[in-house]
């Protein structure tokens, strides 16, 4: 396997990432695209924790703002009284648990990380929130930086790359790692965003040359799963994009990814398991 021998620090700890480790979905949303991942209720989520916990899953990764293209808006009230319940009842019958915010909101991470998670995973890169990266820097926390262009609502008009995709994610990635790396910034794991501001095509392009992402010299997280650059291609729907999510997994890690986003992490540990 190709992948980058690359740690973060969590907590104190210090996490190897030389070998790939997955990270489970738990959406507290009523919207998100793969209808199975909705976990609107307290209980639910703690009880698909203890199952992706068990089957091998190194983080859990909550997020209440719904990134589907075209999803409904959510303020920021919301998005807190969706997520915070649910990272402080996961935390307190798991105490060891690895949790990771999916938000692109200053106040929701700050909150989200004094409730127990450990990890700031932001879509929009620091594009939508000017305090995020600040944020990030005082709280002292690993920060996932995706790639995206727009909002939820937009995204999918801005697939504009005049340099080609792959080109143009990676010069966005170094202009950024410079700015978050400035003033104190650290633990930075890059995210090229499949399905965000590209087209099908795009996707594939960005997959075929992701071993180019390597060059900037960061821990890589790939979320993939069940998307539609992989229901779009096979015409089918996420409920049946499971085996096609574990066949772009296995390309993304022998191309270098050291994190996988998944909403099946026992497939995804086998992957990992098997490569090795």
């Known amino acids: 396997m190709k992948t980058s021998p690359l740690s973060i620090k969590i907590s104190g700890n210090l996490l190897e990432l030389t070998t790939p480790k997955v990270m489970g979905i738990i959406n507290a949303t009523?919207?998100?695209?793969?209808?199975?991942?909705?976990?609107?209720?307290?209980?639910?989520?703690?009880?698909?924790?203890?199952?992706?916990?068990?089957d091998g899953a190194t983080f859990l990764d909550i997020g209440g703002y719904s990134s589907r293209p075209g999803a409904d808006h959510v303020s920021t009230f919301e998005e807190l009284e969706r997520v915070i319940p649910i990272i402080e009842s996961i935390k307190e019958k798991y105490p060891q648990a690895i949790i990771?915010?999916?938000?692109?909101?200053?106040?929701?991470?700050?909150?989200?990380?004094?409730?127990?998670?450990?990890?700031?995973?932001?879509?929009s890169g620091g594009s939508l929130d000017d305090k995020m990266f600040d944020t990030v820097k005082k709280l002292?926390?690993?920060?996932?930086?995706?790639?995206?262009?727009?909002?939820?609502?937009?995204?999918?008009?801005?697939?504009?790359?005049?340099?080609?995709?792959?080109?143009?994610?990676?010069?966005?990635f170094a202009e950024k790692k410079n700015e978050f790396l400035k003033d104190g910034g650290s633990d930075l794991i890059l995210d090229p965003g499949f399905g965000f501001a590209k087209t099908l095509e795009q996707n594939y392009e960005l997959l075929h040359e992701l071993d180019l992402l390597q060059s900037l010299e960061c821990p890589l997280l790939i979320g993939v799963s069940r998307k539609s650059m992989?229901?779009?291609?096979?015409?089918i729907t996420p409920q049946d994009a499971l085996n096609g999510t574990t066949v772009i997994n296995t390309v993304a890690i022998q191309k270098g990814a050291n994190i996988l986003r998944v909403h099946?992490?026992?497939?995804a540990v086998e992957c990992v398991k098997l490569l090795s």
Do not use: C, W
């Not at 996932?144 to 966005?172: A, C, F, K």
């Not at 992989?230 to 015409?235: A, F, H, V």
């Not at 099946?264 to 497939?267: A, E, F, Y």
């Open 30 to 54: 009523p919207d998100s695209f793969y209808t199975h991942s909705r976990k609107v209720y307290i209980e639910d989520a703690v009880a698909q924790a203890d199952q992706m916990l068990k």
């Open 100 to 123: 990771s915010i999916d938000t692109f909101r200053s106040e929701v991470a700050e909150k989200s990380i004094q409730a127990g998670a450990s990890i700031i995973n932001d879509i």
């Open 140 to 172: 002292n926390v690993p920060y996932i930086l995706m790639h995206m262009r727009g909002n939820p609502q937009t995204m999918q008009q801005l697939t504009d790359y005049p340099s080609g995709v792959t080109h143009e994610v990676i010069r966005h």
């Open 230 to 235: 992989i229901t779009k291609k096979l015409n």
């Open 264 to 267: 099946d992490v026992k497939q």
